[in-house]
């Protein structure tokens, strides 16, 4: 049996997202900067520790995110796991991935594109449902990078930069 104490608190979640048995979960501030599908996360239920596999992960904002579980397949099952907090093993939290797509925090940090050097500060992430998008500030405009493999090359935590490869004409609008 897992114990608290061996998890990290991913977030709590809040209610169900849409009709679809989504879940839209608050995130704790110092959640993990990637969740992988194949890692169960365990689901407070009853004082235990309850292991469910997601089949559905992404950030609305940086501080929520909407997923669905196996097995939970109706609203209703999803309604029942409202209030409940989500935890992941300690062992296993995820490692940064390439283009971190799954980022938790990086508002304030420096935006580098590969041709345009500097290009402004990030934002907040704006929650377009299979679309997540970055919001840059360039220039006293705002601008809404899209967060694909493609485009984010990489996150430096320790400069706290990101690097992007952003589509010709994004900043020129």
Do not use: W
């Not at 109706?74 to 209030?83: D, P, V």
């Not at 420096?110 to 679309?131: C, E, I, K, P």
């Not at 493999?149 to 020129?172: M, Q, V, W």
């Amino acid at each position: 049996m897992i114990r608290k104490d061996d998890c990290i608190k991913l977030g709590v979640i809040s209610k169900p997202h849409g009709t679809k048995a989504l879940l839209l979960v608050r995130l704790e501030p110092n959640a993990p900067n990637v969740i992988k599908n194949k890692e169960p996360v365990f689901i407070e239920i009853d004082g235990l520790l309850v292991p469910f596999f997601m089949d559905t992960f992404y950030l609305n904002n940086s501080e929520t995110a909407i997923t669905g579980f196996e097995g939970v397949t109706s609203a209703t099952k999803a309604k029942s796991f409202a209030g409940a907090a989500v935890y992941i093993t300690a062992r296993h939290p995820g490692k940064q991935k390439k283009a971190g797509i799954n980022r938790i925090p990086v508002k304030g940090y420096r935006v580098m594109d590969a041709r345009l050097g500097y290009v402004g500060l990030a934002g907040s992430m704006v929650g377009v449902a299979a679309n997540p998008l970055l919001e840059v500030e360039h220039n006293g405009r705002e601008y809404l990078v899209p967060l694909h493999d493609d485009i984010i090359l990489a996150i430096d935590d320790s400069k706290g930069e990101i690097h992007i490869n952003a589509p010709d004409g994004l900043f020129d609008l």
